[in-house]
């Protein structure tokens, strides 16, 4: 940082910063909706990304930045999904929401507590999927269809979760030092 500049260079490195933070989670969260999507053709077979990926950004990111990659990440899931245009993202939404509630809570971020976590938004993801098609429409989604895919969609929440949490993680502290920051992703002041 310069004595001229004000301090400007900082807050600019700063800013590019953190855009590629959000960047990095944007590209492979997308990546990871397309891998669902090609497990998902096989019947019987579903694998939920959102679900770890939404559970990183209520740990991770601040409200309104966490919210915002939520909206991005749910609707590209949407319209790679095929079902109806905004029940993702209303969802997600939803979910991001509820966890941000608990999230201030919740002291650490241990495997046991993500991995409960993830599959705790899982859960909730697909109830309220079930819920909104419902009340809103078009109500092709039913329990006993479903059914099938549930132990994929559960064992895949337990088993990727905490280590996608990690990936996620690693990635964003490979742009930005942790050190810096606090648990919510708001910077620590001295």
């Not at 966490?66 to 979910?95: F, K, P």
């Not at 608990?102 to 650490?108: A, E, L, P, Y």
């Not at 964003?172 to 910077?187: I, L, T």
């Amino acid at each position: 940082m310069s004595l001229l500049d004000g301090g400007k260079t900082a807050s600019r490195v700063g800013l590019d910063q953190e855009h590629l933070r959000r960047l990095l989670v944007v590209v492979l969260s997308v990546l990871l909706l397309v891998v669902a999507q090609v497990v998902r053709s096989r019947p019987g077979w579903t694998i939920d990304f959102l679900a770890p990926v939404i559970v990183y950004l209520a740990l991770e990111h601040g409200l309104m930045d966490g919210l915002g990659l939520a909206v991005l990440i749910a609707y590209v899931a949407d319209v790679l999904s095929g079902d109806a245009r905004g029940l993702t993202v209303a969802v997600a939404v939803q979910a991001f929401l509820a966890l941000r509630l608990f999230v201030s809570r919740i002291i650490g971020a241990s495997p046991v507590v993500v991995t409960g976590m993830v599959l705790l938004t899982s859960a909730f993801l697909l109830g309220m999927r079930y819920l909104v098609e419902l009340v809103v429409g078009p109500a092709e989604a039913h329990w006993s269809a479903g059914w099938p895919t549930w132990p994929s969609l559960f064992g895949s929440a337990v088993v990727i979760g905490y280590p996608l949490y990690r990936l996620l993680r690693a990635l964003s502290s490979f742009v930005r030092p942790r050190a810096e920051y606090g648990f919510s992703g708001n910077r620590i002041r001295p």
